[in-house]
């Protein structure tokens, strides 16, 4: 039934709550995982209020996680460098993250807008079923922040499930 399964994570306590259900399910059906990380393509100098990515991408967290304001009329000296450091910190980190399952498990580093990014890859590579984490919020923080795990399930085409950071598996057994 489930042969792939993507594992969109971005480090977060909703992402790890997930990683158990993406073990259990993956053990259950013998599927392969694809461990994804999205990030973000966005400009990294925003000019008078810029916003500079320092040491971890926002990634799929839709806030902006691992940044930090940048000096009046900000600049980044080298936006591409930083990017490209930004990527390949991202690609150990998911490798890592892919290691540490107890699953065959594949890591994936994307680039572009995280819900967008998740769905085509999903598409493309024909993957079976999409499990992510969600990042508990609700009302005015959710509407303001956006939520990844929202809009993949609204526009995947894909199966998805989604695991609140306080979800645990089996419990109540």
Do not use: W
Request: aromatic share 2%; glycine share 10%.
């Amino acid at each position: 039934m489930y042969d792939r399964i993507c594992y969109p994570t971005d480090g977060s306590e909703g992402a790890e709550a997930a990683a158990e259900h993406v073990e259990a399910l993956a053990s259950t059906f013998d599927a392969t995982v694809d461990v994804v990380h999205v990030v973000e393509d966005r400009p990294v100098d925003f000019g008078l209020m810029a916003t500079g990515v320092t040491d971890a991408s926002p990634g799929m967290s839709g806030g902006h996680h691992g940044t930090e304001p940048a000096a009046m009329g900000g600049s980044q000296a080298d936006p591409e460098a930083e990017r490209k450091e930004l990527v390949e910190a991202s690609e150990a980190a998911v490798a890592e993250r892919a290691e540490s399952l107890a699953a065959d498990a594949e890591p994936v580093v994307l680039t572009g807008t995280p819900h967008t990014a998740i769905t085509e890859y999903a598409d493309r590579e024909e993957i079976d079923l999409i499990v992510m984490g969600t990042h508990g919020r609700t009302g005015l923080d959710r509407l303001l922040l956006g939520s990844v795990a929202e809009k993949v399930v609204r526009t995947a085409e894909t199966p998805v499930v989604t695991v609140r950071p306080d979800d645990n598996v089996g419990e109540g057994e």
